[in-house]
């Protein structure tokens, strides 16, 4: 029988043959961290005995989720974590860089075939790199600071197919969230997924971190878009799946006809087609996050929102992923374009994401985000309502002041 590639890789790093639910202790090829996470592991790691970690060169600390630090406790965290990495020797992505998931991409922390941890349940994104990208706790973290090393179940996998070119105004978000209700929340519970299928092999490395950055949303432990189609700026060696490989279910979908999708409050997977909310008043729209903020979903924006201003009385806040992107973004007039719609750009970072600051809605309020999380109180606020969409959605939702199709104005 063949192999999946999370048995592949996990076979490829070992030196053993690998299968699903084999219990493996695998060397690690890089880690990371947040503010959120970074202190927690530091103490794990010095509660441990460590006074070194393992490789430095394998190690990176980022501040994205408080950032700029809204008070005193989060700042003395943020100066821990700032003392540690220039101790260790290994880089700290401080404030305004960007976010971890895409700051360790564009900082090439993580390539094709590598097992990679973060401290962060995003961190299956790194599988749109063909990477085995888990997130963790902080302590396990701790751990492999220690040794390099990390202990896991091989997870089983689910194969997800999908054929069909998107239609005008339908987005790698739309996709994810149509496959994430299908899937459910749990439905891949510590399982690994493959995106396989001409949609996939179309999409450059954005719309893939799109797709795989939603893993987390279905429980995966980790997941992979087929390498097939993948282009980098370096040369890479990709890990194919076997032909024989074996899956515990599979998913098929022609996606030729998909529309834009809305996930409703309080859950990623309450999902429908876009018809039943449209109308739905808005009073404030967010582009952003690991998500959702990258270049080509601002340039999504700004081709809606190009000479007109959004709807009198809705907020509409970007936070690009990188300092990169929105250097990019300044550089060919996108930044312009949004701002002088209205829309207010904030520091590169997690922004509203989290609900810690830079932009909690009020009470009664309505969200529409192109983040990937809409649970109750997730943008700070247990008393406003948040719905999940692509950012061509949340623009052109912001242009009318409710939920509108971008076909539309595209």
């Known amino acids: 029988m063949g192999k999946t590639i999370a048995e592949k890789i996990l076979s490829i790093k070992t030196g053993n043959d690998i299968k699903a639910n084999d219990i493996v202790i695998a060397p690690v090829d890089g880690i990371m961290a947040t503010d959120t996470t970074a202190p927690l592991s530091i103490k794990a790691f010095q509660s441990m005995g460590g006074s070194r970690v393992w490789n430095p060169e394998k190690c990176s600390f980022i501040i994205d989720h408080a950032a700029p630090a809204p008070n005193e406790r989060i700042a003395n965290l943020h100066q821990m974590m700032r003392d540690f990495a220039s101790e260790q020797g290994f880089p700290l992505y401080d404030i305004g860089e960007g976010i971890c998931h895409q700051v360790i991409m564009e900082k090439r922390h993580i390539k094709p075939g590598d097992i990679f941890m973060g401290a962060d349940s995003h961190t299956p994104t790194g599988g749109a790199l063909n990477a085995f990208a888990c997130g963790m706790g902080s302590t396990d973290l701790g751990a492999i600071m220690l040794t390099g090393k990390t202990w896991l179940k091989t997870p089983a996998t689910i194969k997800v197919i999908c054929n069909g070119i998107l239609q005008k105004g339908v987005h790698a978000k739309d996709l994810v969230l149509f496959l994430t209700g299908k899937i459910t929340i749990s439905g891949a519970t510590y399982l690994s997924v493959e995106f ?215």
Do not use: W
Not at 335 to 348: D, R
């Open 196 to 410: 396989h299928g001409a949609t996939f092999e179309a999409m450059g490395l954005s719309d893939r971190m799109c797709v795989a950055n939603m893993l987390a949303e279905i429980g995966a432990k980790t997941g992979f878009i087929h390498p097939k189609g993948l282009k980098l700026d370096y040369d890479f060696d990709a890990v194919f799946p076997d032909d024989t490989a074996s899956y515990i279910k599979t998913f098929e979908f022609d996606v030729s006809d998909l529309h834009p999708q809305i996930a409703a409050p309080e859950s990623p997977d309450n999902v429908l087609n876009i018809d039943p909310h449209l109308g739905t008043k808005i009073n404030y729209a967010f582009i952003g996050t690991c998500g959702n903020g990258r270049l080509e979903d601002l340039h999504v924006a700004a081709a809606i929102l190009k000479g007109k201003k959004i709807k009198s009385g809705v907020r509409f806040i970007i936070a690009p992923a990188s300092r990169k992107v929105l250097l990019e973004a300044m550089l060919d007039g996108t930044a312009y374009t949004l701002v002088e719609a209205g829309a207010t750009i904030i520091n590169p970072g997690c922004g509203p994401c989290v609900g810690t600051h830079e932009g909690v809605p009020g009470n009664g309020e309505t969200v529409i985000s192109a983040a990937n999380r809409n649970f109750k109180g997730r943008m700070g606020n247990p008393h406003s309502d948040i719905y999940l969409a692509a950012p061509a959605t949340v623009a052109a939702s912001a242009l009318t002041g409710e939920i509108t199709n971008p076909a539309q104005l595209l």
